[in-house]
C-alpha cells in the first residue's frame, strides 16, 4: 500500500474549464521510502524463491517506475474525528447536515487492488444508513 503523504495530492489549479470551474491537479508520485520498501520486498521474494527455478528481477531499482491503476485516494478520508479526515464511519461529511461522500476518496491508502467491491459495500452500507433516517 501506498503510505499518505502530504506531496500527494488534489488541488485546484488557476485554470478554468469552460464552464469557469477551476481544474483539478494532481501532484502523485512515490517517494525513496517507498522504493526502498518495494527493493525490501524483492529482497524477501527473491528469498522465497532462493530453491525454486523461479526468478523475481526488477532489472533497476534506481529509476523504478511502479505504478498500478492510479486508483485516487484518500482526498475524502473517513475518520472518527474532523482533525484527520472528512466523512465519519457512515460516509457523513462531518460537520455539515445531509451531505455524504461515497467513492474511492473516502479510502485512507489503498494498493494496487481494484477498489470495486469496496466501493460496493461502501454503497450498500451508505444505502442501509440512508434508510434508517
Do not use: W
Not at 521474494?45 to 505504478?67: P, Q
Not at 498500478?68 to 466523512?87: K, L, P
Amino acid at each position: 500500500d501506498q503510505i499518505p503523504t502530504k506531496n500527494n495530492k488534489v488541488i485546484l489549479s488557476k485554470d478554468r474549464d469552460e464552464f469557469n470551474r477551476y481544474i483539478p491537479k494532481i501532484i502523485f508520485g512515490k517517494d525513496q521510502n517507498e522504493r526502498s520498501a518495494i527493493v525490501e520486498a524483492k529482497k524477501l521474494i527473491e528469498k522465497h524463491l532462493e530453491n525454486t527455478e523461479y526468478k523475481f528481477n526488477i532489472i533497476n531499482t534506481k529509476n523504478l517506475k511502479l505504478f498500478h491503476g492510479n486508483h485516487f485516494s484518500g482526498t475524502a478520508r473517513m475518520s472518527s474525528d474532523i482533525s484527520s479526515g472528512v466523512v465519519n464511519s457512515d460516509l457523513k461529511v462531518h460537520n455539515l447536515n445531509n451531505l455524504y461522500i461515497c467513492d474511492s476518496s473516502v479510502i485512507p491508502f489503498f494498493g494496487n487492488s481494484n477498489p470495486g467491491f469496496t466501493l460496493m459495500a461502501f454503497c450498500k452500507k451508505l444505502a442501509n444508513h440512508l434508510k434508517k433516517l
